[in-house]
DNA sequence: TTATCGTTGTGAACGAATTCACATTGCGTC
DNA sequence: GACGCAATGTGAATTCGTTCACAACGATAA
């Protein structure tokens, strides 16, 4: 029986059934590409390295999308998965602070390509302000507040030091954004209602490094 | 009883353990330049939103550290925190590909500060090669192989198009590296023994998403 | 000394995530 | 239109990760 995907899913889900979700969507963009109609959870979970029970348990949470003895179509489940997260539609993203990280990400392509249009760029580096990046002139962070109400930003990168990061978060939070990508080595304090996600990528450098040193392989072999 | 940190330890630890182990390090950093000299299982979880007993527990997989009534002594723990994760040396790092996350990477501060030195930096490009990145001449993506013997570089960071991922690490294994930090959104193909992290920051983002989309918070509140 | 306090270290209990295993079903073929 | 095949969807079993709960113990004070 084919369930609609109900926003008001109760059910909680486990985070990495939503990463996963993130990887199935790339590999079906890669098979869609091929040409190929339909794909097993066998050959899926294959170009994934997972298992095909895992492939099925994971898109059962959202309803039933395959074709007993045939598999899934590819286009149609592709769709599918990006209502479940949100790519059907494009998202209205603020970077802040464009040092290092900021500048990079905001050419990155990848965002663009899922939706995550950066619009606004802010920094508090008087050098900055006004400087074009990418065809976005840098905004006064003194601004961020009535720049993100004016503009309906819904989410925020952060790259700034850990050092200014939790007043930002203030500021963006009391401007009504409910999501954070944070870059900034540090625990963030937010409402209840408030998604924040942390990045941080010294912290994949030192798992390799813990892996070296120990000649460790995972319980769970992960990522 | 205090038992050594053993390089040849069998017991298989979870990947978020030693997520948490590097969370771990970055507190207790903090409190020792707060002059703090022991802290309890108890207010490390608080700074980091964990349980005290997650805490103990972690810590217990690779000794005993603490005194009971007391706690633990921060600048002893944050070394053998160090040992274990390997940042009580410094590791010899190749970036691969000096693109928009390339050149932001070589110059992350956080990196140079867990011991991870960029020395070498291959780029394919013609108009790339030769000119100077922090301080660091680019290679030619030709001489990857060669040069990683020559300097016996440890681990390699691939920020490169997904295209011509497999291929560099094809090369790169070759060449005797045992661990790789990918930003190409691909799965890589490598040795049993070769240690392979996936860092893809769309992932992140589209979770953000994904949770505004279904007001969405997981089971087990993760990051 | 001895008592009290605070906090560790850890088995045992619990809860969550993954895998197993199979009944079910749609498709293609004869 | 019956048969065989292939692959889904899903409860049950299992494995793994977290939390509980408490005995053990060091520090401190009297």
Chains 1, 2 share one sequence.
Do not use: C
């Not at 095909?52 to 045939?70: N, Y």
């Amino acid at each position: 029986m084919e369930l609609p995907i109900s926003p008001i899913m109760r059910k909680r889900i486990a985070e990495s059934t939503i990463h996963r979700l993130s990887l199935y969507y790339r590999a079906l963009a890669s098979i869609e590409r091929e040409n190929q109609a339909t794909v097993s959870s066998k050959e899926l979970a294959k170009r994934e390295k997972l298992t095909p029970a895992q492939v099925r348990k994971d898109l059962s949470f959202f309803g039933s999308f395959g074709t007993r003895g045939l598999g899934y179509p590819v286009k149609e489940l592709k769709s599918k998965i990006a209502a479940i997260l949100g790519l059907d539609r494009s998202w209205k993203v603020a970077m802040v602070g464009v040092g290092n990280i900021g500048s990079a990400l905001v050419s990155y392509k990848e965002f663009q390509k899922q939706g995550f249009n950066i619009v606004k760029i802010f920094d508090n580096d008087q050098r900055k302000i006004g400087s074009n990046h990418k065809g976005i002139v840098v905004s006064d962070i003194r601004n961020l507040q009535k720049e993100i109400e004016e503009d309906k930003l819904e989410m925020i990168i952060l790259a700034v030091p850990p050092a200014s990061a939790q007043a930002i978060v203030d500021d963006v939070v009391k401007a009504g954004v409910k999501a954070i990508l944070n870059f900034a080595p540090v625990n963030l304090k937010v409402p209840d209602d408030v998604f924040v996600r942390n990045e941080n990528m010294s912290m994949e450098l030192e798992y390799l490094s813990f892996a070296l040193v120990n000649n460790h392989t995972p319980k769970r072999p992960g990522k």
